[in-house]
């Protein structure tokens, strides 16, 4: 069965600290990879994606992903973290034929210190 | 870029009421439509598939029939919970899906097929 596992339920750090979120997939190929993010209330802004080619991916806001095929993973990374990146994290798949389902991880919550 | 509209954001009602939460994709054609279902502190939960012009598909254990959608425009698709219960609130997000055909080049390529989401609506049931 296809699924996203994001290890972690809530990560903190502190401000001007790198950040890197966790995301591995289950499925039965490559799908295309996903990450978005959601403040609070809010709905879902996607912050990069990779469908092919380079497997470092850059997104907005400083962000970035690296897909390892190897290794099932799709983890998000940022060198500085702003205050304003507190918020909750989705990885998410999407198979590349035979449909348009994203199936969602359960999401990091990401906590910023000053 | 392309933006999804969601009304009402936010709504309280009776139990045994129904609601309609409409969503709008304002500049571009979505043929197709998603409804997610999101409880505190979890993840999306796809409810539904919406088509325009033709019946939604539910996914398993979604009751269709108090979870009525109807996707009547290229533009817009609406959930209607009938008979609200305290269960059934959530947050509800829809999203849209943009092949990128709704201007002139018709060709289709996986990059602009994207999916665009609304800021979600707040059901609360009294």
């Known amino acids: 069965a296809q699924s996203v596992t994001q290890p972690d339920i809530h990560i903190t750090v502190s401000e001007g600290a790198s950040l890197e979120l966790r995301c591995n997939y289950s499925?039965?190929?490559?799908?295309?990879l996903f990450w978005y993010v959601q403040s609070p209330g809010q709905g879902l802004q996607l912050l990069l994606k990779?469908?092919?080619?380079?497997?470092l991916v850059q997104g907005i806001k400083g962000f970035e992903a690296e897909f390892k095929r190897s290794q099932s993973s799709f983890n998000l990374r940022k060198p500085s973290v702003h205050w304003s990146d507190a918020a909750e994290y989705f990885c998410?798949?999407?198979?590349?034929?035979?449909?348009?389902?994203?199936?969602f991880g359960a999401g990091t919550r990401l906590f910023v210190k000053a | 870029g392309a933006v999804v509209s969601q009304h009402p954001s936010r709504v309280i009602c009776k139990s045994g009421t129904s609601v309609k939460i409409e969503c709008r994709s304002l500049d571009f054609q979505a043929t197709t439509m998603f409804w997610y279902r999101q409880f505190p502190k979890q993840s999306l939960m796809l409810m539904a598939t919406s088509n325009e012009g033709s019946k939604a598909t539910y996914e398993q254990g979604v009751e269709k029939d108090k979870f009525l959608i109807n996707h009547a425009s290229l533009t817009l698709s609406t959930l209607t919970v009938t008979s609200a219960h305290p269960e059934d609130s959530s947050f509800y997000i829809c999203?849209?899906?943009?092949?990128?055909?709704?201007?002139?080049?018709?060709?289709?390529?996986?990059?602009?097929?994207?999916?665009?989401f609304g800021p979600g609506t707040r059901l609360t049931v009294l």
């Open positions: 998410a798949v999407r198979r590349i034929t035979g449909g348009f389902k994203t199936i």
């Open positions: 990779y469908f092919s080619g380079d497997t």
């Open positions: 499925y039965g190929a490559t799908p295309y």
């Open positions: 999203s849209a899906r943009d092949t990128g055909a709704s201007g002139s080049s018709f060709l289709l390529k996986s990059s602009t097929d994207t999916q665009y």
